[in-house]
Protein backbone atom coordinates (compact mmCIF):
# COMPACT_ATOMS: atom_id res chain seq x y z
CA UNK A 1 0.00 0.00 0.00
CA UNK A 2 2.86 2.24 0.30
CA UNK A 3 3.82 2.14 -3.20
CA UNK A 4 0.41 3.48 -4.30
CA UNK A 5 0.45 7.01 -5.85
CA UNK A 6 -2.47 9.22 -6.57
CA UNK A 7 -2.94 10.57 -9.86
CA UNK A 8 -1.45 13.89 -9.59
CA UNK A 9 2.03 11.76 -8.16
CA UNK A 10 1.64 9.58 -11.92
CA UNK A 11 0.83 13.17 -13.68
CA UNK A 12 3.92 14.55 -12.50
CA UNK A 13 6.37 11.86 -12.82
CA UNK A 14 4.81 11.70 -16.66
CA UNK A 15 5.65 15.90 -16.71
CA UNK A 16 9.21 15.47 -15.60
CA UNK A 17 10.24 12.73 -17.54
CA UNK A 18 10.00 14.53 -20.87
CA UNK A 19 11.54 17.85 -19.91
CA UNK A 20 14.41 15.85 -18.69
CA UNK A 21 14.67 13.76 -21.95
CA UNK A 22 15.12 17.10 -23.73
CA UNK A 23 17.42 18.70 -21.70
CA UNK A 24 19.52 15.82 -22.05
CA UNK A 25 19.00 16.11 -26.05
CA UNK A 26 20.18 19.91 -25.85
CA UNK A 27 23.26 18.61 -23.90
CA UNK A 28 24.10 16.35 -26.54
CA UNK A 29 24.09 18.13 -29.15
CA UNK A 30 25.60 20.99 -28.26
CA UNK A 31 24.30 23.63 -30.56
CA UNK A 32 23.96 27.16 -29.92
CA UNK A 33 26.52 27.81 -26.89
CA UNK A 34 25.15 30.82 -25.91
CA UNK A 35 21.94 29.69 -25.08
CA UNK A 36 23.07 26.83 -23.62
CA UNK A 37 25.44 28.69 -21.24
CA UNK A 38 21.93 31.20 -20.70
CA UNK A 39 20.01 27.97 -19.60
CA UNK A 40 22.76 26.29 -17.88
CA UNK A 41 22.63 29.94 -15.55
CA UNK A 42 18.78 30.31 -14.82
CA UNK A 43 19.34 26.33 -14.10
CA UNK A 44 21.71 27.42 -11.91
CA UNK A 45 19.75 30.08 -9.58
CA UNK A 46 16.49 27.88 -10.58
CA UNK A 47 18.46 24.90 -8.24
CA UNK A 48 19.51 27.12 -5.66
CA UNK A 49 16.37 28.31 -4.46
CA UNK A 50 14.56 25.06 -5.17
CA UNK A 51 17.31 23.75 -3.11
CA UNK A 52 16.46 26.23 -0.47
CA UNK A 53 12.57 25.53 -0.80
CA UNK A 54 13.18 21.84 0.08
CA UNK A 55 15.27 21.89 2.54
CA UNK A 56 12.93 25.04 4.30
CA UNK A 57 10.95 22.82 7.60
CA UNK A 58 7.90 24.27 8.43
CA UNK A 59 6.47 21.05 10.00
CA UNK A 60 7.04 23.48 13.54
CA UNK A 61 4.78 26.07 12.59
CA UNK A 62 1.25 25.69 14.02
CA UNK A 63 -0.56 29.56 13.41
CA UNK A 64 -2.50 29.84 10.71
CA UNK A 65 -2.99 32.68 8.28
CA UNK A 66 -5.95 32.92 5.66
CA UNK A 67 -4.71 34.77 2.56
CA UNK A 68 -6.41 35.50 -0.17
CA UNK A 69 -4.75 35.40 -3.63
CA UNK A 70 -6.09 36.34 -7.37
CA UNK A 71 -6.86 33.65 -9.49
CA UNK A 72 -3.59 33.51 -11.85
CA UNK A 73 -1.34 33.74 -8.56
CA UNK A 74 -3.21 30.67 -7.34
CA UNK A 75 -2.59 28.83 -10.75
CA UNK A 76 0.93 29.56 -10.36
CA UNK A 77 1.68 28.28 -6.91
CA UNK A 78 -1.15 25.23 -8.00
CA UNK A 79 1.03 24.56 -10.85
CA UNK A 80 4.24 24.75 -8.60
CA UNK A 81 2.69 21.96 -6.70
CA UNK A 82 2.05 19.88 -9.46
CA UNK A 83 5.91 20.17 -11.20
CA UNK A 84 8.12 20.40 -7.62
CA UNK A 85 5.62 18.27 -5.21
CA UNK A 86 6.25 20.91 -2.60
CA UNK A 87 2.86 22.12 -1.03
CA UNK A 88 1.48 25.33 -1.08
CA UNK A 89 1.73 26.41 2.44
CA UNK A 90 5.33 25.77 2.75
CA UNK A 91 5.95 28.15 -0.62
CA UNK A 92 3.73 30.50 1.19
CA UNK A 93 5.72 30.22 4.21
CA UNK A 94 9.10 30.33 3.00
CA UNK A 95 8.32 33.22 0.83
CA UNK A 96 6.96 35.22 3.29
CA UNK A 97 10.22 34.96 5.69
CA UNK A 98 12.89 35.43 2.36
CA UNK A 99 10.32 38.35 1.99
CA UNK A 100 10.99 39.34 5.78
CA UNK A 101 14.15 38.56 5.66
CA UNK A 102 15.36 40.52 2.43
CA UNK A 103 13.22 43.47 3.71
CA UNK A 104 14.50 43.97 7.35
CA UNK A 105 13.11 47.74 7.34
CA UNK A 106 9.67 45.93 7.15
CA UNK A 107 10.42 44.49 10.93
CA UNK A 108 12.06 48.23 11.98
CA UNK A 109 8.64 49.33 10.98
CA UNK A 110 6.33 47.25 13.11
CA UNK A 111 9.03 47.81 16.04
CA UNK A 112 8.66 51.33 15.60
CA UNK A 113 4.27 51.24 15.89
CA UNK A 114 4.86 48.95 18.48
CA UNK A 115 6.90 51.37 20.62
CA UNK A 116 4.24 54.19 19.75
CA UNK A 117 1.33 52.36 20.33
CA UNK A 118 -0.20 52.93 24.24
CA UNK A 119 -0.98 49.46 25.87
Known sequence: MEKMKTLADQLREQMSKPADKLTKEVRITGSKKSKTTAKKAAKTTEVAILTALIG??????????????????????????M??????????SFAVKHFLETYPELK????????????
Open 56 to 81: YDNSGNKSMVHARFDKQTVDVMNKFK
Open 83 to 92: ATGIEVTKFV
Open 108 to 119: TIIKEYIQNTDL
